[in-house]
């Protein structure tokens, strides 16, 4: 979760984790099985982490892997909790991105930035400080999530901080513009598109803003969490075999898996 969404519901800690999360996870969790077995020793940077969430869930499928896990909007308070309840762990919190970079001995596997690059108005710049970073060889996977469509741009994004959203033509360009190739692009999250066009419309007709984020107030129980992240589950593996027959299909976010370049 977005530290903005975690400090909006008053706790310092989730307790009703959001389906579409929970989907992401595994999504980002299938992305990298295709290219690390779960018992390999990887070093992952999670930059812009949140609460955590995404390495404390992918710690369980890569045992063996270490996580340095940044975000700016660590306060003193939050970095205790986590310092705290990570020791003797393989996650590690930071505020600063060169402090965890600076602990880390070997090869970085992977760099997740998972729904972070629509939060950073200089995107270029910053993809340019990332490629830059020790550790970081030609063999680390960037693995990047963004928001799709800057048509589909709403208050839910105001309030996030977003100052856009990508396609895969422009995520693509701003990689390369950054230094990197594309190894893998694409959509996911189809199922999510149609109620996201529906509240696009209710914006402009009517002028009806959420005032809230979907994950700073989700309150369902578990079993219709259970059944809505089964539902995004699927719908990210559908549309992976619509990929492998060569048709790509659109959804509400986008992906890419990247490389330096030469």
């Given at each position: 979760m977005d530290l903005v969404e975690l400090k909006a519901t008053g706790k310092i800690?989730?307790?009703?984790?959001h389906p579409w999360e929970q989907a992401r996870s595994v999504f980002v969790a299938n992305q990298i099985r295709k290219r690390f077995k779960s018992d390999e020793a990887m070093t992952i940077l999670d930059i812009g982490c949140g609460d955590t969430y995404v390495a404390e869930t992918l710690l369980k499928d890569f045992p063996n892997s270490k996580f340095y896990c940044i975000d700016i909007?660590?306060?003193?308070?939050?970095?205790?909790?986590y310092t705290e309840k990570y020791k003797d762990?393989?996650?590690?919190?930071?505020?600063?991105?060169?402090?965890?970079?600076?602990d880390i001995e070997?090869?970085?596997?992977f760099i997740l930035l998972l729904d972070v690059v629509e939060h950073i108005e200089e995107d270029v710049s910053f993809l340019k400080q990332v490629h830059q970073l020790n550790h970081v060889t030609k063999n680390t996977n960037l693995f990047i999530t963004v928001p799709a469509f800057q048509s589909l741009f709403t208050n839910h994004d105001t309030l996030l901080?977003?100052?856009?959203r990508y396609t895969n033509v422009n995520l693509k360009r701003t990689l390369k513009t950054a230094g990197f190739k594309s190894d893998?692009?694409?959509?996911?999250?189809?199922?999510?598109?149609?109620?996201?066009?529906?509240?696009?419309?209710?914006?402009?007709?009517f002028g009806i803003k959420n005032d809230s984020t979907d994950l700073s107030v989700w309150d369902k129980g578990e079993g219709v969490t259970s059944m809505v992240k089964n539902v995004l589950v699927l719908d990210t593996k559908?549309?992976?075999?619509?990929?492998?027959l060569g048709i790509k299909i659109i959804g509400l976010s986008n992906y890419i898996i990247c490389k330096k370049g030469l």
């Open positions: 800690e989730n307790e009703n984790r909007a660590f306060t003193p308070e939050l970095m205790a909790h762990t393989n996650i590690f919190v930071y505020t600063d991105m060169n402090d965890a970079v600076a070997n090869e970085i596997s901080g977003h100052y856009r893998s692009l694409g959509y996911f999250f189809t199922s999510l598109l149609l109620p996201r066009i529906l509240e696009k419309a209710k914006e402009r007709m559908i549309t992976a075999i619509f990929e492998k």
